[in-house]
């Protein structure tokens, strides 16, 4: 069970669109469309901001995005703000009740 | 809304076994609405799952803890555990007790995290 692949950090300009990508199996992303991401600040828990690959849990602003192709998901931020600078987790359903997480991106915004 | 709050001894030496708690609020932790995580975080990296129980008792772990760890509920007071054997510097973390609803693919609701720091 090996973590999910993400980039260490994206930046953007205010008002621009970020993605970020999460690489994981056929034992994993591939097979279950039950990816999540997580919204990090520094020395905060972390905070559910999009779940079954493409939903947004209520009080989400709708510039937070979720796809999924093959092994790959993404998290995309449009209209990118200010306060979207923070460290981003995506996370996988493995089979047989287990989970993986990525190794985090930190989102910049310039 | 649950909440989650987790208490631990802060400092540990080598060798020793973590115990860390978890109280819930805001609902039964005996509920079948509910399923109970452990994730960690260690200092600067990312994030870990180490395992969750269910209401039905089944456990599950992160294979790569070989088999130092165990999760269990006690129901009087409404709260689960994470006891960690042998513990050593590479298992310096926050540790996060998180709950899961049941059915739901995801973690909603998150301790604020307690930070566990083994040192000789």
């Known amino acids: 069970q090996s973590a999910l692949t993400q980039p260490r950090s994206v930046s953007g300009s205010p008002g621009q669109s970020v993605t970020i990508s999460c690489t994981g199996t056929?034992?994993?992303?591939?097979?279950?469309?039950?990816v999540s991401w997580y919204q990090q600040y520094p020395g905060k828990a972390p905070k559910l901001t999009i779940f079954?690959?493409?939903k947004r849990p209520s009080g989400v602003p709708d510039r937070f995005s979720g796809s999924k192709s093959g092994n790959t998901a993404s998290l995309t931020i449009s209209g990118l703000q200010a306060e979207d600078e923070a460290d981003y987790y995506c996370?996988?359903?493995?089979?047989?009740?287990?989970?993986?997480f990525g190794g985090g991106t930190k989102v910049s915004v310039l | 809304q649950l909440q989650l709050q987790e208490s631990g001894p802060g400092l540990m030496k080598p060798s020793e076994t973590l115990s860390l708690t978890c109280t819930v609020s805001?609902?039964?932790?005996?509920?079948?609405?509910?399923?109970w995580v452990w994730v960690r975080q260690p200092p600067g990296k990312g994030l870990e799952w180490i395992g969750t129980?269910?209401?039905?008792?089944?456990?599950y772990y992160n294979p790569s803890l070989k088999s130092r760890a165990t999760i269990s509920v006690d129901a009087s007071r409404n709260q689960f555990s994470l006891n960690m054997n042998t513990v050593a510097a590479a298992d310096t973390a926050v540790y996060f007790c998180?709950?899961?609803?049941?059915?739901?693919?995801?973690?909603?609701?998150w301790g604020q995290g307690s930070l566990v720091t083994v040192s000789s």
């Open positions: 129980i269910y209401y039905s008792g089944g456990v």
């Open positions: 996370c996988s359903y493995a089979g047989t009740y287990t989970w993986v």
């Open positions: 056929s034992s994993d992303v591939g097979v279950y469309n039950y």
């Open positions: 079954d690959v493409s």
């Open positions: 998180v709950g899961e609803g049941r059915g739901r693919y995801y973690f909603d609701w």
């Open positions: 805001g609902g039964s932790i005996s509920s079948s609405n509910y399923y």
